[in-house]
Every structure is written in structure tokens, then in C-alpha cells.
């Protein structure tokens, strides 16, 4: 052991000196945050009966450390997120970033673990610390990827995703390919944004084996405009077999299935829209609502999920970096198509507070 490190103490002393030619500028920051609310589920989400529970705990989408560094046109961000204390993987922490980029003078090219290009972010929401992603906003998740960026166009060759249809064997030959483009329309900033990704659902019975292509796309704009105090965001969505895409929804129905090797297709449809209004430098009100309605027709029977996100919010700044939010709202799975009956609603309200440094 004495051994073992002495030679990573020699290692340290190695590394330390050469960071000064590798990178002269270094930058760290963060964000602390705790989410207080109360959860109340009916018996159709939570499969047994009505259920209230507090959530006092921190959630690793919005807890980060990170460090980012720059050498002239050279540069690199490792970005670090923390479990909640009672998660199965309790205070480990994982990788949310880890990418390089190179300004080359006519753009950049990033290499690494980074932002997926059609993500979006129009809305402050606190439930899952998710800006609505998971409720109307389009994420694509960090991910594995080689991007070019140039004068608002990013164009990525991104790790393709395989949602198991069956649970056998996925085969990919190409990357995802996602890309987006900013811009700017008298005063409102547009994000417009589409992708494609590719598998093969390989079956194997006995010797032999059967391949089956599973396809899915999406393509979509973002906006945010503002006038004095007010500000409206939002996004207008379509998908092809959302999950297989990689794109994050809380719905059912958001994969392909097949009947033989016929693929069922899920068409998605979704939109966010978000209303605030700066009181003041400390107060600021904003609601928003989400829809995300997939359908999906296998022999013959075409099956419906809705969901319905609807919030309000009172963001309070108390310092440069420091905030409380408390905001309530409901969630609608809607009803049972085809039959009859109800798949739940949750409601919640409390409050995050967060310090970002």
C-alpha cells in the first residue's frame, strides 16, 4: 500500500506540473439544491391505493460539480452529478459531462459525453428538476457524441439508442445523427431541431436468426420571446417510436412493438407552453402546461395515452445564486383508449431551494 502511493503521489506531482502547458485558465462551479414537497398519487398510477408522501430529498438531475478548462482554442468540461443519500447507488456520484472541444476558427468541434442537439429547455418547473422534459419539452439526453458547431447550426453523430422490442439481441451499423439550428426572428429565438436513429431487433430461434428494423425520427422548434417583464417559451414536437429515439416522455406507449415482423409504429405529437412574469428582481411568477399524446395501432386496434401537465410557480430570489421555489401542480395520464376507466393523476406541491456557485 505504502508503495502504491508513493508512486500516484509521484503521478500527482507529474500531472500537476504539465497542467499549466495543457490548460491556463480553470473555472469550477456548482449547484446545491433540495426539493420539499408533498406527492399525492391515486391507486391507478400507483397500482394498490391513494398514496400521499413527503419528498425531502436531492435529486442528481440538478446537484452537480464540475470544472471546466480552456488553453486558447482547446477546451474541456467534466461535470459530476450527486445521488440522492437513500438511492441503490446512495452518495456515489456519476458522470453528467465529459467532453473536449476545438475551436477551429470557422466552428467547433466537440468531442465527449454532451447535450444531445434538440434539447430544449423553456420552463423553471421543480418536479424532477426537469423543464418539463419528461412533459411536453424535447430531451435527448447527454450522450456520447462527435459535434460540429458553426453559426447556430450543431450537427452530431450521437451514440445510437436500442429500447429492446424483444428481449434478445439489438444490432446497430450507423450512429444516430441529430442536429439543430438557432436562430434568432425579430424578438424571438428559435431552436428548430430533427433526428434519425436505426437498429436492428434481431430474434434468434433455435439456429436461426431473423432481423427486424426498428426506425424512429423527430423534428420539431423551440421558441422564447420577450417584452419587458414578460416572457413566453414553448415547443411544438413530432415523433416516430419516441422511446426507441432515446427522447425522454412520461407516457405509456412511447416504443415500438411487433406483430411478427411487422413493426407497430408509436406517432407522438407533444407541446409545452410556458407564461411568466418578472415582478420583480426578486419575485417571479410563471405556469405552464404540457401535452403528450401517442398513438399506436397493432393488429388492427389502435391504442391512446395523453398526458397533461399543468403548473404555477413563484420563484424567489433571495441572493445572486440563491433561490426558493415553491410551485404546485398536476400531472393527467388521462383515460383508457381503447376501454373504459381512468390511469391516474399526481399532484404535488412544495418548494426547491437551490444555491448554484
Same mark, same amino acid.
Given at each position: 500500500?505504502?508503495?502504491?502511493?508513493?508512486?500516484?503521489?509521484?503521478?500527482?506531482?507529474?500531472?500537476?506540473?504539465?497542467?499549466?502547458?495543457?490548460?491556463? /485558465?480553470?473555472?469550477?462551479?456548482?449547484?446545491?439544491?433540495?426539493?420539499?414537497?408533498?406527492?399525492?398519487?391515486?391507486?391507478?398510477?400507483?397500482?394498490?391505493?391513494?398514496?400521499?408522501?413527503?419528498?425531502?430529498?436531492?435529486?442528481?438531475?440538478?446537484?452537480?460539480?464540475?470544472?471546466?478548462?480552456?488553453?486558447?482554442?482547446?477546451?474541456?468540461?467534466?461535470?459530476?452529478?450527486?445521488?440522492?443519500?437513500?438511492?441503490?447507488?446512495?452518495?456515489?456520484?456519476?458522470?453528467?459531462?465529459?467532453?473536449?472541444?476545438?475551436?477551429?476558427?470557422?466552428?467547433?468541434?466537440?468531442?465527449?459525453?454532451?447535450?444531445?442537439?434538440?434539447?430544449?429547455?423553456?420552463?423553471?418547473?421543480?418536479?424532477?428538476?426537469?423543464?418539463?422534459?419528461?412533459?411536453?419539452?424535447?430531451?435527448?439526453?447527454?450522450?456520447?457524441?462527435?459535434?460540429?458547431?458553426?453559426?447556430?447550426?450543431?450537427?452530431?453523430?450521437?451514440?445510437?439508442?436500442?429500447?429492446?422490442?424483444?428481449?434478445?439481441?439489438? /444490432?446497430?451499423?450507423?450512429?444516430?445523427?441529430?442536429?439543430?439550428?438557432?436562430?434568432?426572428?425579430?424578438?424571438?429565438?428559435?431552436?428548430?431541431?430533427?433526428?434519425?436513429?436505426?437498429?436492428?431487433?434481431?430474434?434468434?430461434?433455435?439456429?436461426?436468426?431473423?432481423?427486424?428494423?426498428?426506425?424512429?425520427?423527430?423534428?420539431?422548434?423551440?421558441?422564447?420571446?420577450?417584452?419587458?417583464?414578460?416572457?413566453?417559451?414553448?415547443?411544438?414536437?413530432?415523433?416516430?417510436?419516441?422511446?426507441?429515439?432515446?427522447?425522454?416522455?412520461?407516457?405509456?406507449?412511447?416504443?415500438?412493438?411487433?406483430?411478427?415482423?411487422?413493426?407497430?409504429?408509436?406517432?407522438?405529437?407533444?407541446?409545452?407552453?410556458?407564461?411568466?412574469?418578472?415582478?420583480?428582481?426578486?419575485?417571479?411568477?410563471?405556469?405552464?402546461?404540457?401535452?403528450?399524446?401517442?398513438?399506436?395501432?397493432?393488429?388492427?386496434?389502435?391504442?391512446?395515452?395523453?398526458?397533461?401537465?399543468?403548473?404555477?410557480?413563484?420563484?424567489?430570489?433571495?441572493?445572486?445564486?440563491?433561490?426558493?421555489?415553491?410551485?404546485?401542480?398536476?400531472?393527467?395520464?388521462?383515460?383508457?383508449?381503447?376501454?373504459?376507466?381512468?390511469?391516474?393523476?399526481?399532484?404535488?406541491?412544495?418548494?426547491?431551494?437551490?444555491?448554484?456557485?
Amino acid at each position: 500500500m505504502r508503495k502504491l502511493l508513493i508512486v500516484l503521489a509521484a503521478l500527482a506531482f507529474v500531472v500537476g506540473s504539465t497542467i499549466p502547458a495543457i490548460a491556463t /485558465d480553470w473555472s469550477f462551479y456548482g449547484k446545491a439544491a433540495m426539493f420539499t414537497y408533498m406527492l399525492d398519487q391515486s391507486k391507478e398510477v400507483t397500482g394498490n391505493v391513494d398514496d400521499s408522501d413527503l419528498v425531502w430529498t436531492v435529486l442528481n438531475s440538478s446537484n452537480r460539480f464540475g470544472f471546466v478548462a480552456k488553453a486558447d482554442d482547446i477546451g474541456g468540461i467534466l461535470e459530476f452529478g450527486i445521488n440522492s443519500h437513500y438511492a441503490a447507488d446512495a452518495n456515489r456520484a456519476h458522470i453528467r459531462l465529459a467532453n473536449g472541444y476545438w475551436n477551429f476558427g470557422a466552428g467547433t468541434l466537440v468531442v465527449g459525453q454532451d447535450y444531445a442537439p434538440a434539447a430544449f429547455f423553456p420552463s423553471a418547473t421543480i418536479y424532477n428538476d426537469c423543464s418539463m422534459v419528461l412533459h411536453g419539452a424535447v430531451y435527448t439526453q447527454r450522450v456520447p457524441q462527435i459535434k460540429l458547431k458553426w453559426a447556430g447550426l450543431q450537427v452530431a453523430l450521437v451514440e445510437p439508442n436500442k429500447a429492446a422490442v424483444l428481449a434478445t439481441e439489438q /444490432d446497430t451499423s450507423i450512429p444516430k445523427i441529430e442536429a439543430s439550428y438557432d436562430l434568432k426572428v425579430g424578438p424571438v429565438a428559435l431552436h428548430i431541431f430533427g433526428g434519425m436513429n436505426s437498429y436492428d431487433e434481431v430474434a434468434i430461434v433455435g439456429t436461426t436468426e431473423t432481423e427486424t428494423g426498428i426506425d424512429s425520427n423527430l423534428f420539431g422548434v423551440g421558441f422564447k420571446f420577450a417584452t419587458g417583464p414578460f416572457y413566453v417559451n414553448g415547443d411544438v414536437w413530432m415523433a416516430t417510436n419516441p422511446g426507441n429515439y432515446g427522447v425522454l416522455q412520461d407516457s405509456a406507449g412511447t416504443t415500438a412493438t411487433l406483430t411478427g415482423t411487422t413493426v407497430n409504429d408509436v406517432d407522438s405529437m407533444v407541446y409545452a407552453a410556458i407564461l411568466g412574469y418578472k415582478v420583480s428582481d426578486m419575485i417571479t411568477l410563471e405556469a405552464g402546461m404540457g401535452v403528450i399524446s401517442n398513438e399506436r395501432e397493432a393488429a388492427g386496434v389502435t391504442e391512446e395515452w395523453e398526458t397533461t401537465t399543468i403548473y404555477i410557480q413563484a420563484p424567489i430570489t433571495l441572493a445572486k445564486g440563491v433561490t426558493i421555489t415553491p410551485e404546485f401542480g398536476t400531472i393527467d395520464y388521462g383515460d383508457v383508449k381503447p376501454g373504459t376507466g381512468d390511469r391516474g393523476d399526481k399532484t404535488y406541491y412544495g418548494a426547491k431551494w437551490a444555491i448554484v456557485f
